[in-house]
Structure formats: structure tokens, C-alpha cells
């Protein structure tokens, strides 16, 4: 994968690996080829590569129950 191709969400309310678990099964269910760090003490998620529609795996983050928005968005 190539070097700075990468979408940061910054995803509210995650405490727990099961929270974790959720985002990123949402994120995997429109990006399967995506590899997916989640960061629970900063609530930091980044995928790698980049996806093409942030604002698409936001909503699905927040439809998980985690209110999401995208932060950094590289291609």
C-alpha cells in the first residue's frame, strides 16, 4: 500500500475492543480491502488505503452507533 493514502475518522463514544470490533466490521462492510488501526484512547480510526467515499463510512460508522466525521483524507 502505498505511503500517505490513508482516511482518519475521529469516531466519538468507543471504550472497549468491542466497540472497536463494531467500527470496524462497519468500515470492512464498504471497504473489505481496507486495513483498518483503531485508536480507542484518542478515538482516533485510520483506514489504509484511503476510501473513496469518507462521508459514506462515516455515516456507517454512526449507523453502528458511533458518531463519526473524517478528518484527514489523503489519495
Known amino acids: 500500500m502505498a505511503e500517505g493514502k490513508k482516511t482518519i475518522f475521529a469516531v466519538e463514544n468507543m471504550s472497549c475492543d468491542h ?4 467500527v470496524t466490521k462497519a468500515i470492512k462492510r464498504l471497504a473489505p480491502q481496507s486495513e483498518v488501526d483503531v ?3 484518542t478515538g482516533a ?3 489504509t488505503p ?3 467515499d469518507p462521508a459514506g463510512v462515516a455515516k456507517a460508522i454512526a449507523e ?3 458518531p463519526a466525521r473524517a478528518t484527514e483524507h489523503t489519495l
Open 19 to 22: 466497540c472497536a470490533t463494531r
Open 39 to 41: 485508536d480507542l484512547t
Open 45 to 47: 480510526v485510520t483506514v
Open 64 to 66: 453502528a452507533g458511533y
Open 50 to 52: 484511503a476510501v473513496a
